[in-house]
């Protein structure tokens, strides 16, 4: 009888994909219609002059949980930031006493770009100077670990934030003087508000290596595929993209909103089937960047959004015919180039914010940053913040 079912289990999973690879070949991944423009009124809300002034790394989680166009009604909308300057800007330049922290965080009272009911926070430290909200505390934490933030989102299942959280430090070698050690999950627990106390974390299996230096890490970007989230197609599943190796190649894994914490429950796609092993974990794509998203179409498809090759003038995205794929060649949605006033600055991570989009449309952030920080910064003190375009599909 064992023999028996194992068979059967075998006949239904090669039924499933066969059907999965029928519907992928008549799902069209090369072409859709679509308009694009500037979101001067969103750019403008993160040009501030005190306080938090820049930053970047910025995810959008709406609070109420529901993705998409149901997280507009009477919602608040939870921004997260990685790296950010807290001071003031005065006569087009920092004022002295500026300080950067590794993250922070703002909740906007609804979903329109209004800077009256956006609020910022982050922490003090005992001299009461401006300090990052999460910093790492977990077994594999050396002391100087910061953290630089993954996407995040409600959980349903318990209402619980999830956001996940990349353990760096800095180094003498590599290309930028620092890298990715760890992988950590930050939960901030249901019940708890602005400004978050509560906050609990652990390490995640999720930061793979191996011996022929390939890297990779998990948490790049969300795709909330539930019903409860009021996602077209749900499944009931959470999916977690990652990025691994200099060729920005997309990885993802699935798991139950019930089992969310419990990494024994989490599966990967190898390919052919979910797989428990995290090493069987194959490229879905490539070209993209450490920041992305994955947001269902009207019409049924998929739209991965990203900033080309990982760090470039150009916002990209893939067709998708599933969370999984197979996804299409890239299609370039915007060219950052009217940005980069400046030889030194440069353009990454784009990622939609479907919490933020109309019906129809895609909002998208895109961060500027540059090679000379500090220097550059006198002179434009508010060069580093995300920038906006609205993409409509036709």
């Known amino acids: 009888m064992k023999k028996i079912a194992f068979v059967c289990f075998i006949i239904s999973i090669s039924v499933q994909l066969t059907m999965a690879q029928q519907v992928a070949d008549t799902v069209n991944l ?5 308009t694009v423009e500037a979101a001067p009124d969103w750019s403008a809300l993160l040009k501030r002059q005190t306080g938090w002034f820049g930053g970047d790394g910025i995810y959008t989680i709406p609070l109420n949980g529901m993705e998409g166009e149901q997280a507009h009604a009477n919602n608040k909308i939870l921004f997260i930031f990685s790296d950010s300057m807290i001071g003031k800007v005065r006569n087009k330049t920092m004022v002295p006493g500026y300080k950067m922290i590794h993250n922070a965080y703002a909740i906007l009272d609804g979903d329109k770009p209004d800077a009256a009911k956006m609020r910022f926070y982050w922490d003090r430290d005992s001299l ?11 077994p594999r934490t050396e002391k100087s670990d910061y953290y630089w933030l993954g996407d995040g989102f409600v959980n349903q299942a318990n209402n619980n934030i999830y956001i996940f959280g990349y353990r760096v430090r800095n180094v003498s070698d590599g290309a930028f003087g620092f890298k990715e050690v760890g992988n950590t999950l930050i939960k901030i627990p249901a019940g708890d508000k602005p400004p978050y106390k509560n906050i609990q974390q652990e390490d995640t299996p999720l930061y793979i290596t191996d011996e022929s230096g390939s890297f990779g890490s998990f948490g790049a970007g969300i795709y909330v595929n539930t019903k409860q989230a009021s996602a077209p197609n749900p499944d009931g599943y959470i999916y977690v993209y990652g990025v691994r190796d200099l060729a920005k190649n997309l990885m993802v894994a699935r798991v139950l909103p019930e089992d969310f914490e419990d990494f024994g429950k989490w599966t990967y796609w190898d390919g052919s089937i979910w797989n428990k092993d995290i090493d069987k974990v194959v490229n879905i794509t490539d070209g993209v960047s450490n920041e992305l998203s994955l947001t269902a179409l009207p019409d049924g498809r998929y739209a991965l959004v990203f900033q080309h090759g990982g760090m470039s ?7 998708g015919a599933s969370p999984t794929g197979p996804f299409g060649p890239v299609i370039k949605l915007w060219d950052c180039k009217p940005d980069l006033i400046e030889k030194t600055f440069v353009v990454y991570n784009a990622k939609a914010h479907p919490s933020l989009s109309k019906p129809g449309e895609l909002l998208i952030s895109y961060n500027i940053n540059s090679v000379d920080f500090i220097n550059d910064l006198k002179v434009h003190p508010n060069l580093y913040r995300p920038r906006f375009i609205r993409v409509k599909f036709q």
């Open 30 to 34: 090369t072409d859709i219609k679509f």
């Open 128 to 138: 009461g100077n401006a300090e990052s909200v999460f910093i790492p505390n977990t």
């Open 313 to 319: 003038p150009n916002v990209g995205m893939r067709i």
